[in-house]
């Protein structure tokens, strides 16, 4: 996966906008950060993670799930796109879209 391919999915979803943060690529909800490319250009930083699944994530599938010590006191994950599958990314985000997404875009994208 590339984080073009993370776009195109994320940005099906609404109230999803297309910007940047820390200089990178970044996709932000309600001006909140769903995710963003790491400047490694390969790893996704993803928010909304606690720290027990992500210790669980990283100890079943370390080639794709990891964290530096800058993000150990924080919810959050990095995802090397190109060892993960869309199958693995996409419910993560999706769920954290859930969590800065308004009641009323949930419940559109709830009833297509």
């Known amino acids: 996966m590339t984080f073009d391919d993370v776009r195109k999915f994320a940005l099906l979803w609404p109230e999803v906008e297309d910007c940047t943060s820390y200089g990178t690529p970044a996709l932000k909800v309600r001006k909140k950060l769903l995710a963003r490319l790491k400047e490694d250009g390969d790893s996704l930083v ?8 992500r210790a669980m994530l990283v100890e079943s599938a370390p080639k794709i799930f990891y964290f530096t010590d800058h993000y150990r006191d924080y919810p959050m994950a990095l995802i090397r796109l190109s ?3 869309r199958a693995i990314v996409e419910p993560l985000l999706r769920r954290h879209w859930r969590t800065l997404a ?5 419940k559109e994208y709830d009833s297509k």
């Open 46 to 53: 993803m928010p909304g993670v606690p720290q027990d699944e």
């Open 83 to 85: 060892k993960a599958k």
């Open 102 to 106: 308004s009641k009323a875009a949930v």
